[in-house]
T-cell receptor
Framework: AQKVTQAQTEISVVEKEDVTLDCVYE???????LFWYKQPPSGELVFLIR??????QNEISGRYSWNFQKSTSSFNFTITASQVVDSAVYFC????????????FGSGTRLQVQP | ETGVTQTPRHLVMGMTNKKSLKCEQH?????MYWYKQSAKKPLELMFV???????ENNSVPSRFSPECPNSSHLFLHLHTLQPEDSALYLC??????????????FGPGTRLTVL
């Protein structure tokens, strides 16, 4: 069975601080996909990134960066110089390659960025 | 502007009512999903439709009845719900292919309250 664990329930930082959101996953599949989504107070889940299991290169997009480490089954997300607008719940998710096309989500990490 | 719309955004209903949630995607995708998000649980997959056929029913009670008349529209018919069914219901769509699983795009959700 697949499982995604986001151990940090809530994180509070002050604006301009860097913050890392942890994600650990479990799967028996050799081919799988990892995702991060952002859910602002409005409720809509916003897609941030997809990473497949064969691509372990880290990725940077503006203030966002992702660290995928297959050896530790982790896919962590770092926000550099956080801003108030980054306040949201962030979800890590996993999908497999067996035909079940849905996502397994972690429980989410609520990030509060204080001005 | 999101490519996935949901109506209504908010719904209050009694346990004996019958109502329907509507989802429409304008992205040309071939797969659509219903998820339930409640305060006490992570995002839970309810149903998956691929090419208008239901490919997954994740042990959802029969008081929830999905309908997918075409690849752009998805409904969730509700009848004789329970107060514990109060939650945010999210619709998503994606372009599934043999090459892999693309990211899902979510609508803003319907906040359902069952009295």
């Amino acid at each position: 069975a697949q499982k995604v664990t986001q151990a940090q329930t809530e994180i509070s930082v002050v604006e301009k601080e860097d913050v890392t959101l942890d994600c650990v996953y479990e799967t028996r599949d050799t081919t799988y996909y990892l995702f991060w989504y952002k859910q602002p107070p409005s409720g809509e889940l916003v897609f941030l990134i997809r990473r497949n299991s064969f691509d372990e290169q880290n990725e940077i997009s503006g203030r966002y960066s992702w660290n995928f480490q297959k050896s530790t089954s982790s896919f962590n997300f770092t926000i550099t110089a956080s801003q108030v607008v980054d306040s949201a719940v962030y979800f890590c998710a996993l999908s497999d390659h067996t035909g079940r096309r849905a996502l397994t989500f972690g429980s989410g990490t609520r990030l509060q960025v204080q001005p | 502007e999101t490519g996935v719309t949901q109506t209504p955004r908010h719904l209050v209903m009694g346990m004996t009512n019958k109502k329907s949630l509507k989802c429409e995607q304008h992205l040309g995708h071939n797969a659509m999903y219903w998820y339930k998000q409640s305060a006490k649980k992570p995002l839970e997959l309810m149903f998956v439709y691929s090419l208008e056929e239901r490919v997954e029913n994740n042990s959802v009670p029969s008081r929830f009845s999905p309908e997918c008349p075409n690849s752009s529209h998805l409904f969730l018919h509700l009848h004789t719900l329970q107060p514990e069914d109060s939650a945010l219901y999210l619709c998503a769509s994606s372009q599934a292919s043999s090459a892999g699983y693309n990211e899902q795009f979510f609508g803003p959700g319907t906040r359902l309250t069952v009295l």
